[in-house]
């Protein structure tokens, strides 16, 4: 009887323990607006204005360029440079981005795109992480832009 007892407290502190703060759902619309690129020194200050298309899937789109060389000889503005946002779990995304000179890559038959895990760090900012880093950690984010 008093193991019941001490099973059942040990498992009402476990529960009054855990961090539930992620368990709610993210909506995939947040990623909608005009955001600008930081965190990678070829590409900080690019903005990018993500949209649903027709499909309802969500793509981004160029809308300015920053100084870089290297940019502006592959990057023109109206370029996608998002290709897809998928859903991994209830807050964590998949995000695609071309690469810089895909047309290049591709005649090489080497991989165009890259991607990247996503998480809202707050309702105008995401961290992107590759691999098993964690996104909202990274210095690579996508600060949304209020006034545009």
Request: glycine share 8%.
């Amino acid at each position: 009887m008093i193991a019941k007892i001490w099973i059942a407290l040990l498992f009402g502190l476990l529960l009054i323990s855990c961090d539930t703060s992620k368990l709610h759902e993210t909506p995939i619309d947040n990623f909608e607006g005009i955001w600008e690129l930081s965190g990678r020194t070829m590409f900080d200050g690019i903005k990018i204005k993500i949209e649903k298309r027709d499909n309802g899937d969500l793509m981004g789109k160029v809308i300015s360029l920053n100084d870089n060389k290297y940019v502006k000889m592959f990057v023109e503005p109206n370029d996608i440079w998002v290709t897809g946002i998928s859903r991994s779990s209830n807050y964590e995304f998949k995000l695609t981005e071309k690469k810089i000179g895909s047309v290049l890559f591709s005649v090489y038959g080497l991989s165009t795109t890259n991607e990247y895990k996503v998480e809202f760090i707050d309702d105008d900012t995401i961290g992107l992480g590759r691999d098993n880093s964690d996104p909202t950690k990274s210095p690579i984010k996508y600060i949304r832009l209020k006034n545009e």
